[in-house]
């Protein structure tokens, strides 16, 4: 059995994930489905390792997503400014 802080550290990356897969560029991808089957797969873990490297998979999707997100933000703002346009508009 996981201790009760490991247990809120994954109920707490669990909530941010599923808040970050509702902005989810692509929604064939089914974001959320394949975010509660991976952790439901890992519901029964008991070794404290084996749950340890759960949590860092969880987190590396996490920083992964919002990169994702922060570049889809940049690349939108590329597209609105013309690529001819002055770097320094002030004189």
Not at 9 to 29: N, Q
Not at 32 to 55: C, S, V, W, Y
Request: no cysteine; charged share 35%.
């Amino acid at each position: 059995m996981a201790s009760k802080e490991t247990r809120l550290r994954v109920i707490s990356l669990y909530k941010e994930l599923h808040r970050l897969g509702r902005e989810y560029p692509d929604p064939a991808y089914n974001f959320h489905k394949k975010l509660r089957g991976l952790f439901e797969k890992n519901r029964n873990l008991t070794d404290p390792q084996e749950i340890e490297k759960a949590i860092k998979l969880g987190e590396y999707i996490r920083n992964e997503t919002l990169a994702l997100y922060s570049l889809r933000k940049y690349l939108h703002l590329k597209r609105m400014y013309p690529k001819d346009s002055p770097a320094d508009p002030l004189p």
